[in-house]
Nanobody, 128 residues
Framework: QLQLVESGGGLVQPGGSLRLSCAAS????????IGWFRQAPGKEREGVSC????????YYADSAKGRFTISRDNAKNTVYLQMNSLKPEDTAVYYC?????????????????????WGQGTQVTVSS
C-alpha cells in the first residue's frame, strides 16, 4: 500500500528554518515525482516545489526560489524540503504528494489534480 507521511513542521520565528520530511512506503521514488504543496486558511492549495527523481529535475514556485531546497535520500526513500528565511506568509499546512515521473515538467508539476497520492499534512507556523 502506497503511503506518504510528512513530518518536521512546527512553530518558528520569522527568518528561521525548518526541514520537512516526506517518507514514502509501498513504492520507491525512482518512478515518481514528489511534490510539496501548502494550503493556508481560506486559500487554495498551491505547489511549492517538486522533485522528479527519474529525470533529476527540480521545480520551485516563485515564492520558494532562493529560500527552499528540495532533495531526496534514496536509501531512506524520503524527500526533504529545507525551508530557510521563513516568512509569516509561509504559514500553512504542508503536504507531500506523488505522481508519475513521466510527464512531470515545469508546466505540470504544480497541478494538484495530477497527483495520485497525498500525505496527511504537517503544520508550519511562522510567527514571532
Amino acid at each position: 500500500q502506497l503511503q506518504l507521511v510528512e513530518s518536521g513542521g512546527g512553530l518558528v520565528q520569522p527568518g528561521g528554518s525548518l526541514r520537512l520530511s516526506c517518507a514514502a512506503s509501498g513504492f520507491t521514488l525512482d518512478y515518481y515525482a514528489i511534490g510539496w504543496f501548502r494550503q493556508a486558511p481560506g486559500k487554495e492549495r498551491e505547489g511549492v516545489s517538486c522533485i522528479n527523481s527519474s529525470y533529476g529535475s527540480t521545480y520551485y514556485a516563485d515564492s520558494a526560489k532562493g529560500r527552499f531546497t528540495i532533495s531526496r535520500d534514496n536509501a531512506k526513500n524520503t524527500v526533504y524540503l529545507q525551508m530557510n528565511s521563513l516568512k509569516p506568509e509561509d504559514t500553512a499546512v504542508y503536504y507531500c504528494a506523488a505522481r508519475s515521473a513521466w510527464g512531470t515538467s515545469s508546466s505540470s508539476w504544480y497541478s494538484t489534480p495530477s497527483y495520485d497520492y497525498w500525505g496527511q499534512g504537517t503544520q508550519v507556523t511562522v510567527s514571532s
